[in-house]
T-cell receptor, first 111, second 118 residues
Framework: SQQGEEDPQALSIQEGENATMNCSYKTSINNLQWYRQNSGRGLVHLILIRSNEREKHSGRLRVTLDTSKKSSSLLITASRAADTASYFCATDPNTGNQFYFGTGTSLTVIP | DGGITQSPKYLFRKEGQNVTLSCEQNLNHDAMYWYRQDPGQGLRLIYYSQIVNDFQKGDIAEGYSVSREKKESFPLTVTSAQKNPTAFYLC?????????????????FGDGTRLSIL
């Protein structure tokens, strides 16, 4: 079964607003990564947070990780129409040799 | 520029036919992966390879086969045994994630191949 589940499944906001999406996972992890996918394209890596980190920033992105709750959130501030895409979390469990991707959040930013 | 190239972008399969999807990378990555993505779904791992001439089954390997004869190439064959092959197939690579120096590394993705049934 998949390790990660994103919430919400879909999100629609106005340009300039902040977008928050959440990821929950099931087992202990080494790290958690967030990826972006534009329609019909491959995934692009956005940010990685290690299991011993609680928060990380990259430009307009802010990621938090709560290992006690087995959850992470991705915040995109001051959203732009170009941020319209699907966003996936991926976990690297500390057992096994696979990465596990969540089901994704589809973000639409309305100009 | 370094990257991953998948071909073809679109592929059609006839009943009973095997088809092969190409994946080539020039990133000098040891590890390569094949994922299947169904509409509105996440990615599911088909096969992965951490080194040349070695590969492991993922969660949904049935009906698929792979080879890893060269570091740069990891082709995926969708066999006639795969009864529901219509999907978007994504190839990825990374520095071997399970080597100490390569841990916590991201995956780099190609732009996918969309496979449909005729």
């Amino acid at each position: 079964s998949q390790q990660g589940e994103e919430d919400p499944q879909a999100l629609s906001i106005q340009e300039g607003e902040n977008a928050t999406m959440n990821c929950s996972y099931k087992t202990s992890i080494n790290n958690l990564q967030w990826y972006r996918q534009n329609s019909g394209r491959g995934l692009v890596h956005l940010i990685l947070i290690r299991s011993n980190e609680r928060e990380k920033h990259s430009g307009r992105l802010r990621v938090t990780l709560d290992t006690s709750k087995k959850s992470s959130s991705l915040l995109i501030t001051a959203s732009r129409a170009a941020d319209t895409a699907s966003y996936f979390c991926a976990t690297d469990p500390n057992t096994g040799n696979q990465f596990y991707f969540g089901t994704g959040t589809s973000l639409t930013v309305i100009p | 520029d370094g990257g991953i190239t998948q071909s073809p972008k679109y592929l059609f399969r006839k009943e009973g036919q095997n088809v092969t999807l190409s994946c080539e990378q020039n990133l000098n990555h040891d590890a390569m992966y094949w994922y299947r993505q169904d509409p509105g779904q996440g990615l599911r791992l088909i096969y992965y390879s951490q080194i040349v001439n070695d590969f492991q089954k993922g969660d949904i390997a049935e009906g698929y086969s792979v080879s890893r004869e060269k570091k740069e190439s990891f082709p995926l064959t969708v066999t006639s045994a795969q009864k529901n092959p219509t999907a978007f197939y994504l190839c990825a690579s990374s520095i071997d994630p399970f080597a100490a120096a390569g841990s916590n590394q991201p995956q780099h993705f190609g732009d996918g191949t969309r496979l449909s049934i005729l």
